[in-house]
């Protein structure tokens, strides 16, 4: 079983000219919390937090992110970006696209994004993304946190979760994925897409368009504590999801929970 190599993770950034300031954790209860409560969370440059065994980790609502010790690859980034506040929600649509670019540049994989924060590959989930606004005394940062099932073989069937080693075809010589190696790739993606959060944005809506696993499904969704119904049909300049309502109207939404496609 392959270990997760700070010192390789650490020299190849420097190598790489890569601005990210590198930790693996043994063990944690949640990457996001420790970046928040710790001293790196007062860090200047970005910081990437990995861990071998996360006890508490977490998605949306709260749901309990479940992973086999040193299988997966669980890590948190601290950002601060330059851009205005308000452009900040485009972050968790930059990192999924890093995060399916990342899968790419290292396997035979083709995922497909699940809107708002999901990534999917044969229609189950891989990776989860959580974005948190945090205040520290340098200011206003994010704290991204993503796990992505990489390793892992058996998930419960309530999950409806795969890993990238299950994607893999039965004929594929690979028997473990090299997690460093995939964690520098995902680090390289992810400086690449959230360094100019104020670019134009019409080209990674595209490229979302094309990877969405969600359009052309009629799906629910919880949205300020009311179920909605629709078919998901496109997304907005700034990836809000545009569905298509039984009465004819069209209703965009910026976020929602519990996002489920019933057809």
């Known amino acids: 079983m392959s270990t997760l190599s700070e010192a390789a993770l650490d020299t190849a950034c420097r190598d790489l000219s890569l601005p990210w300031l590198v930790a693996v954790l043994p063990e944690t209860a949640s990457t996001n919390d420790w970046l ?21 980790g977490r998605g949306r609502r709260e749901n309990r992110w479940q992973s086999q010790p040193a299988k997966d690859l669980l890590f948190s980034l601290l950002l601060r970006p330059s851009a205005p506040i308000a452009l900040w929600p485009r972050i968790t649509t930059l990192a999924a696209l890093a995060v399916c670019r990342a899968i790419e540049e290292e396997l035979p994989l083709r995922p497909q994004i699940k809107w708002p924060n999901d990534i999917y590959l044969n229609h189950q989930k891989v990776c989860g993304l959580l974005a948190e606004t945090v205040q520290t005394r340098n200011g206003a940062a994010i704290v991204l946190g993503i796990g992505i099932n990489v390793n892992s073989r058996h998930f419960p069937p309530e999950l409806n979760a795969t890993s990238l080693l299950a994607g893999l075809t039965p004929h594929s010589a690979i028997q473990e994925i090299d ?14 897409f959230l360094k100019d959060l104020d670019a134009d944005f019409a080209d990674h809506t595209q490229e979302v368009r094309n990877r969405s696993w969600l359009l052309g499904r009629q799906i629910r969704a919880m949205v300020d504590g009311a179920e909605v119904f629709g078919r998901a049909i496109d997304l907005d300049h700034e990836g809000a999801l545009v569905l298509a309502l039984s009465d004819g109207s069209h209703r965009t939404l910026s976020s929602a929970e519990n996002v489920r496609a019933v057809i």
């Open 36 to 56: 928040r409560r710790s001293a790196a969370g007062d860090a200047n440059g970005p910081t990437a937090v990995f861990t071998e065994n996360q006890t508490s």
């Open 179 to 192: 997690r460093t190696a995939l964690g520098l790739q995902l680090l390289r993606q992810m400086n690449h």
